[in-house]
Each structure stands twice: as structure tokens, then as C-alpha cells.
């Protein structure tokens, strides 16, 4: 079945990167786009951005721009998103999503990986 | 930037009830709308996608409608398994912008 499985949580200091792996199965990697975002405890959705697996094109959202890279691997269908200069803000669940077709929504979801950023 | 805005933000409902909840977009979206359900402590789960259909294996009680820029999703008679947070977001444009979420609880 179409799975997308993420990375293991991750505590961070301030300052830091981290990067968050999404592996996916039981689907062709290339055709479908893949999106990322977060939640911070209690709180809402916050897309991050999107990448077109086949040509490593990527949309970041305005307000992570130069802080935040999609990349790519094709030979292990895996997805990672790498964020930089974490502050206590970034502390949140990150999901890989997978973009369903021309609608956008998002089909299937990771499990989800817990970045806390504390000193 | 398209800016969602879902009402209301939490309620209170029975087993039973019908629940309507609302989310507006501030610029036109056409049909590019799609309905989220979050369960305490899950992953979002896809419900509706182009405003109105329905994803495989979701029960037909949830419908969703609207164009433009308002949109409705409705439980027509909730069960013990609604109880969740439920999100629209738009896919007109990037940034894939959600609205804030709306908490349906038990009356």
C-alpha cells in the first residue's frame, strides 16, 4: 500500500539544522509532488513547501525562504526537508504530504517526526 | 498570499446533530478546496477534495460544497468518531495556505 514513512524525532539547540527524511513506498515517486508541514502543539497547519520529485523543483513558503531546502533521492523514492537557524518557533510536528492531482490536496501523510529546539 | 478563514473556530454538538462549518477564502478559488479531519494526537486525514468529492473510504455523511471563495463542509448526522479538529485548505496557489481549524466537541 502507499505508505510515506518519516525520520525519528530529533532535539535540537538553537542555531542548528535539522533534517527530516520522508520514504515513501507502493507508489511511482516521480509523478507525484510532495509537500511538508507543520504543527506546533495546539496550534493549526502551516504549509511549508513543495517539490516536484521528478524535476527537483521546489516552492518554499514566503516566510522560511533561505532557511529551508527539499531535496531528493530518486534511487530510494525519499524525500528530505532541511531547515536551518532553529529557533524555540520551529519546535513542531513536520509531515511529508503526498499532492494527490491538479486539486492539491493532500492524499497521504506521514507519520509525522517531532522537532524539539531547546537549549 | 490566499488567506482561509474557517467558522466557527470550536462547537459543541451531540450524537446525531448536523454540524455545518464554514471556510472562506479571501480571493476566488474556484473549486480547489479540500477538507481535513485531525483526530487528537493523528495524522490529518484527507475528507473532501475539489469542494465536494468525496475521498475513497470516507462515510457518505460528510459532503462538502461551494465555489468562489465559500465553502461549507457538513457532518449530517455526527457519530462518537467525528469529534476532532477539522481543516480546509486551498490549492488555487502556493503558498497551500489552511484555514485555522475548527474543534467540534461533545455536548
Known amino acids: 500500500q502507499v505508505q510515506l514513512v518519516q525520520s525519528g524525532a530529533e532535539v535540537k539547540k538553537p542555531g542548528a539544522s535539522v533534517r527530516v527524511s520522508c520514504r515513501t513506498s507502493?507508489?511511482?515517486?516521480?509523478?507525484?509532488?510532495l509537500n511538508w508541514v507543520r504543527q506546533a502543539t495546539g496550534q493549526g497547519l502551516e504549509w511549508l513547501g513543495w517539490?516536484?520529485?521528478?524535476?527537483?523543483?521546489?516552492d518554499y513558503a514566503q516566510s522560511l525562504q533561505g532557511r529551508v531546502t527539499m531535496t531528493r533521492d530518486i534511487s530510494t523514492s525519499t524525500a528530505y526537508m532541511e531547515l536551518s537557524g532553529l529557533t524555540s518557533e520551529d519546535t513542531a510536528i513536520y509531515y511529508c504530504?503526498?499532492?494527490?492531482?491538479?486539486?492539491?490536496?493532500?492524499?497521504?501523510w506521514g507519520q509525522g517526526t517531532m522537532v524539539t529546539v531547546s537549549s | 498570499d490566499i488567506q482561509m478563514t474557517q467558522s466557527p473556530s470550536s462547537l459543541s454538538a451531540s450524537v446525531g446533530d448536523r454540524v455545518t462549518i464554514t471556510c472562506r477564502a479571501s480571493?476566488?478559488?474556484?473549486?480547489?478546496l479540500n477538507w481535513y479531519q485531525q483526530r487528537p494526537g493523528k495524522v490529518p486525514k484527507l475528507l473532501i477534495y475539489?469542494?465536494?468529492d468525496l475521498q475513497g473510504g470516507v462515510p457518505s455523511r460528510f459532503s462538502g460544497s461551494g465555489s468562489g471563495t465559500d465553502f461549507t463542509l457538513t457532518i449530517s448526522s455526527l457519530q462518537p468518531e467525528d469529534f476532532a479538529t477539522y481543516f480546509c485548505?486551498?490549492?488555487?496557489?502556493?503558498?497551500?495556505?489552511f484555514g485555522g481549524g475548527t474543534r467540534v466537541d461533545i455536548k
Open positions: 504530504a503526498r499532492d494527490s492531482d491538479y486539486t492539491h490536496a493532500f492524499d497521504i
Open positions: 507502493g507508489y511511482t515517486f516521480t509523478v507525484y509532488d
Open positions: 517539490m516536484n520529485p521528478n524535476s527537483g523543483h521546489t
Open positions: 480571493h476566488s478559488i474556484s473549486t480547489y
Open positions: 475539489g469542494a465536494s
Open positions: 485548505q486551498q490549492g488555487y496557489g502556493a503558498p497551500r495556505t
